[in-house]
Nanobody, 123 residues
Framework: QVQLVESGGGLVQTGGSLRLSCVVS????????MGWYRQAPGKQRELVAR???????NYADSVKGRFTISRDNAKNSVYLQMNSLRPEDTAVYYC?????????????????WGQGTLVTVSS
């Protein structure tokens, strides 16, 4: 079983910064894609940024130039550095991980979501 633990949300003023962290633990696994999604009140969950095992990343247009996603494969962790935050960035942020559980054969793919962490940006 694979689990995620997120941290780093909170309240910040417009223009401020926050750093979200997500750590993967559990069974023997290989991680492919790690990403961050967010869901604002009354809106659908949307992709913020994701990064693959090779380090290639992509971002939502609304956060390009302000947010940076990174990963530490040795620590099975992914981070989201958020700068120049705006009120419209207010949302619950979710970590998402796709990979392969390798505890025993046959190996199986997995997708896991974190519990979510609230980011509130005040104007």
């Amino acid at each position: 079983q694979v689990q995620l633990v997120e941290s780093g949300g909170g309240l910040v003023q417009t223009g401020g910064s926050l750093r979200l962290s997500c750590v993967v633990s559990g069974s023997t696994f290989s991680i492919n894609v790690m990403g961050w999604y967010r869901q604002a009140p009354g809106k659908q969950r949307e992709l913020v940024a994701r990064i693959n095992s090779g380090g290639s990343s992509n971002y939502a247009d609304s956060v390009k130039g302000r947010f940076t996603i990174s990963r530490d494969n040795a620590k099975n962790s992914v981070y989201l550095q958020m700068n120049s935050l705006r009120p419209e960035d207010t949302a619950v942020y979710y970590c998402n991980v796709l990979g392969v559980v390798m505890t025993s054969r046959p190996y199986r793919n997995f997708e896991v979501w974190g519990q979510g962490t609230l980011v509130t940006v005040s104007s």
